[in-house]
C-alpha cells in the first residue's frame, strides 16, 4: 500500500509485528512503514503524520549528500573503489579491461562501445571485486558472532544497503559498497547477520550491534554520507 502525506510518497509494509516502524532509507530516501497485520489505514497514516517533520529532515539530508554526475566512462571522471577516489582514464582496444594504479583507473573499452556496456562492465568488475571481500569478511563476522548465513549473493540496489532472508538464512549485498569505506561492507554484513535471529531494529538487534561493533552507529552514518551514485 502507498500513501501520499504531505507531498510525500510512504510505502506501508504490513507485517506479523507488534509495532509500527519508519525508516527513511538510503540512498535516495525512500520512506516505508513496517505495520502490524491488524493496524487499519487511518492509524498507519495518523502515526506517519505524528512524524513528517523527522522525515522531511532526513530525506532532505539525503538530497544535501554529494552525488556523482552522470557517468559516460570517459578521461576525465572519477571512479570511487573502497572509498578512494580514482581518476579515469580511457583508453580502446579489443579486450574490455580496468586497472587500479596510483590515483589512476586505466579503462580500455571497445572504441563502438555504447555508454551502457562500458557501464554494465564496470559494475560487474565491481561485483568480482565485491565478491572477493564478501568471501573473505563474512566468514570472520560469522565466527565473532555465532550466526552464520545459509548463503549469499550480491545485487545492485537503489535503496538498501543489504538485505537478508531470515527464512532461508540467505542475505544479499549491495554492489555499491565496493565504492565505499572497507569498514562499511563490515558493518553492513553484521547487520544482515544479526537480522537473521533479530527481524527488527528493536533494543535486541541494538543490543546485539553493540556487543560486536560498538562503533556501528559511526560506521553507519560514515555509510550514509559517502558520495552516492548518480540517480535518474
Not at 502525506?5 to 512503514?33: A, D, F, Q
Not at 532532505?60 to 549528500?65: A, E, G, L, M
Not at 569478511?137 to 550480491?154: D, F, H, M
Request: glycine share 4%; proline share 3%; with cysteine.
Amino acid at each position: 500500500m502507498m500513501l501520499n502525506i504531505s507531498g510525500i510518497p510512504v510505502e506501508v509494509c504490513r507485517k506479523n509485528i507488534k509495532n509500527m516502524h519508519l525508516y527513511v532509507k538510503p540512498p535516495n530516501g525512500k520512506v516505508t512503514v513496517s505495520a502490524p497485520l491488524s493496524m487499519c489505514d487511518e492509524a498507519i497514516e495518523r502515526f506517519v503524520r505524528t512524524k513528517v517533520s523527522w522525515i522531511k529532515r532526513q530525506v532532505s539530508n539525503f538530497d544535501k549528500q554529494l552525488r556523482q554526475s552522470e557517468r559516460e566512462y570517459i578521461s576525465g571522471e572519477t571512479l570511487y573503489v573502497w572509498g578512494k577516489q580514482y581518476f579515469l582514464q580511457t583508453h580502446y582496444g579489443n579486450k574490455n579491461s580496468l586497472v587500479l594504479t596510483g590515483d589512476k583507473a586505466l579503462l580500455t573499452v571497445r572504441a563502438e562501445s555504447s555508454t551502457e556496456q562500458r557501464e554494465n562492465f564496470i559494475r560487474e568488475w565491481y561485483r568480482e571485486l565485491l565478491k572477493v571481500e564478501v568471501a573473505r569478511v563474512l566468514p570472520k563476522w560469522e565466527k565473532i558472532t555465532g550466526l552464520k548465513a545459509s548463503s549469499w549473493q550480491t545485487k545492485y540496489m537503489t535503496t538498501k544497503w543489504g538485505t537478508c532472508n531470515t527464512k532461508t538464512g540467505k542475505i544479499w549485498i549491495n554492489v555499491q559498497l565496493a565504492k565505499k569505506t572497507p569498514e562499511c561492507l563490515e558493518y553492513v554484513i553484521l547487520h544482515e547477520l544479526v537480522h537473521l535471529v533479530e527481524r527488527n531494529h528493536n533494543e535486541r538487534f541494538i543490543s546485539l550491534m553493540d556487543k560486536f561493533m560498538p562503533m556501528w552507529r559511526e560506521v553507519k552514518v560514515s555509510l550514509n554520507a559517502q558520495t552516492l551514485d548518480y540517480m535518474k
